[in-house]
């Protein structure tokens, strides 16, 4: 059976990033394995915003070049982005919230995305949580998510 990635903002900036610690083992994850890889549409905003800021630090040249391969990994199927529902998905980020796992209110909601739009849409496939945030990870595990 294929697992179902569900992968954090801070998974993806990393495989992108080549001077993030984890990066090549990310990518390698994310990119080059028969996994279906899941991640909000939250994502492409976070990933924005990160990606920007990469650049104002000197960290990368050219921010377009990085927002470019983001939309077209997207576009070919290799990270899927899921819509935002608020109706569904806020009432579940807002229970996260109110649990006993700290967590930030963006971290919960991409844990209410897997929670409840990724599982449904692998149709039963086991999703776990790829984030690189170790209260989010036990958010997740607390919620039964298993993590990486």
């Given amino acids: 059976m294929v697992t179902a990635l569900y ?3 801070s ?3 990393s495989a992108y990033l080549a001077d993030e610690v984890d990066h090549h083992e990310l990518r390698a994850l994310l990119f080059e394995g028969e996994h279906i890889v899941l991640t909000s549409e939250l994502t492409r905003v976070e990933f924005a915003s990160a990606i920007k800021a990469a650049k104002r630090q000197g960290r990368i040249p050219d921010a377009a070049e990085f927002l470019a391969q983001f939309d077209e990994d997207t576009e ?3 990270l899927n982005l899921i819509p935002l529902a608020p109706h569904r998905i806020m009432p579940r980020a807002r229970r996260v ?3 006993d796992q700290p967590v930030r209110t963006l971290d919960a909601i991409h ?3 897997a929670m409840n739009d990724a599982v449904s849409l692998v149709g039963g496939a086991p999703v ?3 984030t690189r945030d170790q209260r ?3 958010a997740a595990k607390a919620h039964g998510i298993e993590t990486r």
């Fill in 11 to 13: 998974a993806v900036v």
């Fill in 97 to 99: 919230v109110l649990g």
């Fill in 76 to 78: 070919e199927g290799m």
């Fill in 128 to 130: 776990v949580l790829v």
């Fill in 111 to 113: 844990l209410a995305v």
């Fill in 136 to 138: 989010q990870a036990e």
């Fill in 7 to 9: 992968v954090d903002t």
